[in-house]
């Protein structure tokens, strides 16, 4: 009995002289030649880029002999899906005296909540042989309900002048690439805008595209 206790006393002083062994966890080594998580995903789409257009919706000569005319009207604009800057361009030039010049820079950004339509913001320059006028712009561009393109701009300057422009289209598709498009603008000033006459002005006509 006495042999047994001090056998038990002398395991339990060598169990104590070695003392708590700490455990360490480890996670199991990752192979190398293993793909992360990400190294497997597709590309972010690339929908940030800087994209450009540009469109002559008139650019035409005409002559009889001894009177000769050009006439041209084009809108474009360099940007992403959110950032564009506009340039909107037109006129005529008949035997070398220029009328009707009309030249925009615009910046443009699409309207919260309204999925089709963007907000224009800029200055308007009236260039031709009269005397230079310059006006603030502002304005909307987008497609309409039932595919109608519409885009009214207001235009203000100095001495409380005002002026006023609607622009309307619609695209009949006669087959996936002719278009007829019937195209409508109505442009109206104030007494003091600096025109002949205040009464609105309507220019309808019908291209064709390919």
């Not at 540009?54 to 084009?74: A, H, K």
């Not at 100095?158 to 002719?178: F, H, K, M, P, W």
């Not at 104030?190 to 595209?209: C, D, I, K, M, N």
Request: hydrophobic share 40%; proline share 8%; with cysteine.
């Amino acid at each position: 009995m006495t042999r047994l206790a001090l056998q038990v006393i002398f395991a339990g002083a060598l169990l104590a002289s070695f003392g708590p062994m700490p455990v360490c966890a480890q996670a199991p080594a990752t192979p190398a030649e293993a793909r992360t998580p990400a190294s497997g995903w597709p590309e972010p789409v690339k929908d940030n880029r800087v994209l450009n257009f540009l469109t002559f919706d008139e650019l035409e000569g005409r002559t009889n002999g001894p009177n000769t005319s050009f006439r041209w009207d084009s809108q474009g604009w360099i940007g992403t899906d959110f950032n564009k800057l506009w340039l909107k361009s037109e006129g005529r030039v008949t035997n070398g005296i220029s009328s009707d010049g009309d030249q925009e820079i615009l910046y443009d950004r699409p309207i919260p909540h309204m999925r089709y339509f963007d907000w224009q913001a800029g200055a308007r320059l009236d260039l031709d042989s009269g005397p230079t006028r310059a006006w603030a712009a502002i304005g909307m561009q987008g497609l309409a309900p039932y595919f109608f393109n519409f885009a009214p701009t207001l235009y203000v300057r100095n001495g409380g002048r005002v002026a006023g422009r609607i622009e309307g289209s619609y695209d009949l598709y006669l087959t996936q690439r002719l278009i007829l498009q019937p195209h409508g603008q109505t442009a109206t000033f104030s007494r003091q805008a600096g025109q002949p006459t205040s009464a609105p002005r309507l220019v309808f006509g019908v291209w064709v595209w390919h």
